[in-house]
């Protein structure tokens, strides 16, 4: 291969020079789009480009690879005509695996290309594509192209735009890296001030977002809130960052458990009572809503208490005004109320067990705390945080937990007290764990401990509203190759969409399967599947993965990314193989 000569290495001197410049501008701004930036540096580059004939270039674009790190995205273009991202994705996926530069002088006759429609769709007459080689990796590639048959790329060419990429190639990582590193900085950020805004709660699941938004919202209305949710949920955790966060969070916040009282302690609990009152009231004493004025009062299981005492709480919260048991003089108090219970208190409504009007004075603003089982992404988060708080007690300290204890912990229903039953649970493992990091077994003995062994783990779903075209990322040029192979003799079963449904539904019952580490039941109940659908779409999927790779085992284990000796016990299940193998799998199924 050629050296450059003068002229070429004068060239990538001045584009280094620019590039330099262009970087000390990127360090001061946090706020770029990465997409605008890697056009300009495909515009610098583009623009001092010249080579050993003089003929300028038609188009050019840095292909990078998309968040996934597998599909392939045109991160910029620059175009001597109209604007065109389009690429023949084979030559820039071998491009990519090879890690070599690939030359096609004259593109539409190369006999490695003729099968690529994508290549021919284009019209390229002469092209290059070069690696770009990033952080020991090669995460894209730099393509240009030429339509001028009197001008075909060459060996000199290659070389000079081999030593262009190798130029801006560092430029590129800073900036594809620095968007990742601010992505996830304003992630941080965003969540921390969420979690000061409302106390330091634990909860970026989508069903808890939704809670804590209107909690922050509750905190600014000086209304009544009543908190619903089952027991261990942290009704009362919430209740205090309503107050935190309110305009009377420099003032008092009371806790009074209507449920842990008789009526007529929680009376006096509540409203306090004047010397003599009852036997052993031996002074005064001041009840719940004077201790909080101004503040907030934090009613716990309101729905426990009697019939007489709701009728006294409706009556405080109409007038504003309290009675001290014992005393006939009603006081004015300036409190805001939150009231909690884990039962269902429309029903309680019905079932005359709960006062109507009382009902509708606390129903001012409504908040409903989601069980764990409704946030299981969360769980992980809260194992960690538990992990923390009674980790640093123990010598040597405990710093966390194994994935797969994580995964344990997120599959369980935890309806006995949610996320207290989780710290529980966490607590004693921290106990238990003769390691700094709680593995699946000391998690077993603690359920073993605990009266729980016989419990069945299953994939925890997330509850997670996805925008349309979120969740499948087309191979657009993938699919308008496929399309234009499509003739009049295709059988049905080779036309896209028969292989596209296969390649959807294969891939989605793999990916489930992975989850239910290989169980079928489990992963048909969470698709929505009769186990044996699932079972007959999963083999039809195995069988064509096997056909296409020419019945090599390895090759479709690697293709499914499922490990060889669970693929073979699938394939035994599944009856797939030798007649003898097949007719061991019908037995065993």
């Not at 515009?43 to 003929?55: I, K, N, P, S």
């Not at 998690?443 to 969740?471: A, D, K």
């Not at 693929?567 to 037995?587: H, Q, V």
Request: charged content about 30%.
């Amino acid at each position: 291969m050629e050296p450059l000569d003068y002229r070429a290495r004068a060239v990538l001197a001045r584009i280094r020079q620019m590039l330099d410049q262009f970087s000390m501008k990127l360090e001061v701004d946090w706020d770029y789009d990465v997409r605008d930036v890697l056009e300009q540096i495909l515009t610098l580059a583009v623009g001092e480009l010249q080579f050993g004939d003089g003929a300028p270039i038609d188009r050019a674009l840095l292909i990078t690879r998309a968040g996934d790190g597998e599909l392939l995205e045109a991160g910029a273009g620059w175009s001597s005509g109209e604007e065109d991202l389009s690429f023949s994705r084979t030559i820039v996926e071998e491009t990519i695996h090879s890690g070599k530069s690939l030359l096609c002088e004259d593109a539409i006759d190369d006999p490695r290309f003729r099968s690529s429609d994508s290549l021919r769709g284009l019209k390229v007459l002469t092209l290059l594509s070069v690696p770009l080689h990033m952080a020991g990796t090669t995460s894209g590639a730099l393509y240009v192209e030429r339509r001028d048959a009197r001008h075909l790329f060459g060996d000199r060419d290659r070389t000079f735009i081999e030593a262009l990429a190798e130029t801006i190639a560092p430029t590129v990582h800073t900036a594809l890296q620095h968007q990742k590193n601010v992505r996830e900085l304003r992630q941080l950020r965003s969540r921390n001030e969420a979690e000061s805004r409302m106390g330091h709660i634990i909860g970026q699941s989508t069903a808890m977002q939704r809670t804590l938004e209107l909690a922050t919202t509750a905190a600014h209305l000086d209304r009544t809130v009543l908190i619903t949710g089952e027991s261990g949920v942290g009704k009362e955790l919430l209740a205090q960052a309503i107050h935190t966060q309110s305009p009377r969070a420099d003032q008092p916040f009371v806790v009074v458990d209507c449920s842990g009282l008789s009526e007529s302690l929680l009376e006096s609990e509540l409203f306090g009572h004047v010397k003599g009152a009852f036997t052993g009231a031996t002074a005064d004493k001041m009840g719940a809503f004077e201790a909080a004025e101004g503040g907030t009062v934090f009613l716990d299981e309101i729905s426990d208490a009697s019939m007489p005492m709701q009728q006294t709480l409706r009556r405080v919260l109409q007038e504003g005004e309290i009675r001290r048991v014992g005393d006939r003089d009603w006081r004015p108090v300036n409190v805001r109320v939150v009231c909690a219970t884990n039962r269902d208190l429309a029903r309680e409504v019905e079932e005359e067990r709960f006062l109507v009007d009382l009902y509708h004075r606390i129903h001012e603003f409504p908040l409903r705390l989601p069980s764990l089982r409704e946030r299981r992404e969360d769980i992980p988060r809260l194992a960690e945080h538990f992990v923390a708080i009674f980790g640093e007690r123990k010598n040597p300290p405990v710093r966390g937990l194994d994935s797969e204890t994580l995964t344990l912990l997120s599959g369980r229903d935890w309806q006995a007290n949610n996320v207290r039953e989780l710290r529980n649970v966490i607590q004693l493992c921290v106990d238990l764990t003769p390691t700094e990091i709680i593995s699946a077994e000391v998690l077993q003995r603690v359920l073993n401990i605990r009266g729980e062994e016989g419990v069945e783990t299953v994939l925890p779903p997330e509850e997670v509203r996805f925008s349309p075209g979120s969740l499948i990322h087309l191979d657009r040029s993938g699919i308008a190759d496929l399309i234009r192979s499509v003739h009049d003799e295709t059988p049905k079963e080779l036309r896209p969409w028969a292989q596209l449904q296969r390649e959807f539904g294969g891939s989605l019952i793999t990916e489930t399967l992975r989850q239910t580490k290989w169980k079928l039941r489990p992963a048909a109940r969470l698709l929505g599947l009769s186990p044996v659908k699932l079972r007959t779409e999963f083999r039809q999927w195995i069988e064509h993965l096997l056909d296409h790779c020419g019945g090599r085992r390895d090759e479709v284990a690697d293709r499914l990314d499922m490990p060889a000796e669970i693929l073979e016990r699938k394939l035994a299940d599944l009856g797939i193989g030798t007649p003898n193998e097949e007719k061991t799998g019908e037995a065993e199924a």
